[in-house]
């Protein structure tokens, strides 16, 4: 064919209709994982019927999900999901007593493994560049994704200033859409079910002309169009809940990338930094302990 399967699709979130919109998000978030969909876990997943799977795969030039799934194996090749003979043999060990957690465990390798080829993607330096240049960054999150914002924010406050914890409390984020700041940005994190406030804060950013990246999950169908780029992590493992750990590991990357973009300069705030925690609460073992 003469687009690959990864193009079809993001040529499909732009003029697909709503319901092919929705499997070509969650397909491109769930590229490493598609090996071992069907298409009613395709449907279940997206909320969706499995003849529209079906119709999905023939508008996207293949002849059902299978040519599709083949097409994907050409494109990406024989790749090892388990690439240490400890994982490989944990895998061995945990099919032949048909132990579900193998199965949690090449998922989760395949979410982690989208999230190193995400972070050489044009978006992903756009966002990087704007965290580090940007004159304020605004980080909030919803529901059970609140710590995962105050895990970026306080982890950006070691390297920049400028770095907010957007205030929930309050309800209607004012320091971030009142603020005369015009380089400010924002970064929201949210999976399903969606908070109502983190919809209705996008929207707000945009009417105001802040940036906003959103971290999310690979049903979030509301997120295009709202925010200028969309981070999309894996979320199913094959676990009794759905898992938000990803958004962590991607946490970090995105802070690593935000070191590389403000380089060596950033050593004096570090330092700055350690020093004030140890005169004001301290490390383990540190004999100076606070200071009174």
């Known amino acids: 064919m003469s687009q690959t399967l990864r193009q079809r699709l993001q040529t499909c979130l732009a003029n697909g209709s709503?319901?092919?919109?929705?499997?070509?998000?969650?397909?491109?978030a769930q590229m490493p994982s598609l090996p071992f969909e069907t298409a009613a876990s395709l449907?279940?997943?997206?909320?969706?019927?499995?003849?529209?799977?079906?119709?999905?795969?023939?508008?996207?030039?293949?002849?059902?999900l299978k040519d599709l799934k083949a097409s994907l194996?050409?494109?990406?090749?024989?790749?090892?999901?388990?690439?240490?003979?400890?994982?490989r043999d944990f895998q061995q060990r945990s099919l032949a007593g048909d132990d579900q957690l193998a199965r949690s465990l090449q998922l989760e390798i395949a979410g982690l493994v989208r999230i190193?080829?995400?972070?050489?993607?044009?978006?992903?330096k756009r966002v990087a560049r704007r965290l580090a240049t940007a004159s304020s960054v605004y980080v909030t999150g919803f529901q059970t994704e609140r710590g995962l914002a105050q895990y970026l924010a306080n982890q950006l406050q070691y390297l920049r200033d400028g770095?907010?914890?957007a205030d929930l409390a309050a309800g209607n984020f004012s320091e971030l859409l009142l603020s005369t700041e015009k380089e400010r940005c924002l970064v929201i994190f949210e999976a399903r079910r969606y908070s109502r406030m983190a919809k209705v804060l996008a929207e707000q950013a945009k009417a105001a002309g802040i940036k906003t990246t959103l971290i999310t999950d690979s049903f979030c169908d509301w997120g295009r169009g709202l925010v200028d780029e969309m981070l999309v992590v894996s979320t199913e493992f094959?676990?009794?809940?759905?898992s938000t750990a990803q958004m962590a590991s991607l946490s970090n990357l995105l802070i690593n990338a935000v070191f590389v973009e403000l380089g060596p300069q950033v050593e004096a705030r570090l330092n700055r930094m350690a020093e004030l925690y140890g005169r004001f609460t301290g490390h383990v073992g540190d004999s100076s302990g606070p200071l009174g």
Not at 49 to 63: A, M, N
Not at 73 to 87: F, N, V
Request: glycine letters at 4%.
């Open 18 to 28: 709503k319901a092919d919109k929705a499997l070509a998000s969650y397909m491109l």
């Open 43 to 64: 449907a279940e997943k997206v909320s969706l019927s499995e003849p529209t799977v079906g119709r999905f795969c023939r508008t996207l030039g293949y002849r059902s």
């Open 73 to 87: 194996a050409e494109e990406i090749g024989d790749r090892p999901w388990l690439i240490s003979d400890r994982l």
């Open 116 to 124: 190193y080829e995400l972070a050489q993607s044009e978006e992903w």
């Open 163 to 165: 770095v907010h914890l």
């Open 238 to 242: 094959n676990l009794f809940w759905d």
